[in-house]
């Protein structure tokens, strides 16, 4: 069975970075999908950026996230990473480690797409101060 373990939450002030973790591990299909989501409190859960091994969408970002984070793996490692930097206090959420067995990163875009992811890690916080 699939699982994730997200770490590397924290507090920063506006401008500083974090990176995130995830370590994922059981899966048992070729292709795969790994993303972050996060939500604010009263705030719906949106998926933030992606990474996948099936050549129909690779990696992906929001919009409201690019040129800011970057995400990678590790695949020696099982990890995935979102380096975040440039962080503003509206990037202050819950973060979590998802990931989805045979899509590619355009299952994580569109608004709700958390409705059928089926693997969640643990969310992290990340808190932004002015």
């Known amino acids: 069975e699939v699982q994730l373990q997200a770490s590397g939450g924290g507090e920063v002030q506006a401008g500083g970075s974090l990176r995130l973790s995830c370590l994922a591990s059981?899966?048992?299909?070729?292709?795969?999908?790994i993303g972050w989501y996060r939500q604010a409190p009263g705030k719906v859960r949106e998926a933030i950026s992606c990474?996948?091994?099936?050549?129909?969408?690779?990696?992906w970002y929001v919009d409201s996230v690019k040129g800011r984070f970057t995400i990678s793996s590790d695949n020696e490692k099982n990890m995935v990473y979102l380096q975040m930097s440039s962080l503003k206090p509206e990037d202050t959420s819950t973060y979590y480690c998802?990931?989805?067995?045979?899509?590619?990163?355009?299952?994580?875009?569109?608004?709700?797409?958390?409705?059928?992811?089926?693997?969640w890690g643990k969310g992290t916080q990340v808190t932004v101060s002015s």
């Open positions: 998802a990931a989805e067995p045979w899509v590619s990163c355009r299952y994580f875009t569109g608004t709700g797409s958390f409705r059928g992811i089926d693997y």
């Open positions: 059981g899966f048992t299909s070729e292709k795969y999908a």
């Open positions: 990474i996948s091994n099936h050549s129909d969408s690779r990696i």
